[in-house]
């Protein structure tokens, strides 16, 4: 699965406005509410679910990056918003580390298997070093698209 296929352009935040992880996820979720990916009446549930969601286990998997997600009946389409923190949020991460790079997935419930091969493509990208460290320097929603198509068309 190709990144570019799912990241939301217009829910590309290089730098959030957000210091805490709650706040992040509501600033992400804003975006794509904004990019006219989630209607208006979803904000609040999918905000919520999320925060649930990390509540149980953070997402924040180390190196200065998280994946918070999502599956659910009302989401019809897979999509990804990403935004940068330029000061680093506490997201529980297993490191212990701050975050700075956020890859928030939404997903259909009825399309676990589409679920986990845009998990693997987010973790793909993630676990390699100069993708994290250029993620971390985008300004600018044009730098993170121009990441994301590179990496969508290198061989992995």
Do not use: W
Not at 13 to 29: F, Q, S, W
Not at 37 to 50: A, Q, V
Request: charged fraction near 30%; include cysteine; glycine fraction near 6%.
């Amino acid at each position: 699965m190709k990144l570019m296929d799912i990241v939301v352009k217009n829910a590309i935040i290089p730098e959030l406005k957000a210091t805490n992880r709650d706040g992040v996820i509501t600033e992400m979720v804003d975006a794509l509410v904004n990019a006219g990916c989630i209607t208006e009446d979803h904000r609040e549930e999918f905000t919520k679910t999320i925060i649930r969601r990390e509540n149980k286990g953070s997402t924040g998997f180390g190196h200065g990056v998280a994946v918070p997600h999502v599956k659910h009946a009302d989401i019809k389409t897979m999509r990804i918003a990403i935004g940068n923190s330029v000061e680093g949020v506490d997201f529980k991460a297993l490191d212990r580390e701050p975050v700075y790079s956020i890859v928030l997935l939404l997903s259909p419930e009825d399309q676990p298997e589409n679920h986990l091969d845009a998990m693997e493509a987010i973790f793909s990208s993630l676990s390699q070093d100069t993708f994290r460290r250029f993620l971390r320097q985008a300004n600018t929603s044009d730098d993170v698209l121009t990441l994301l198509t590179e990496t969508d068309n290198a061989v992995r």
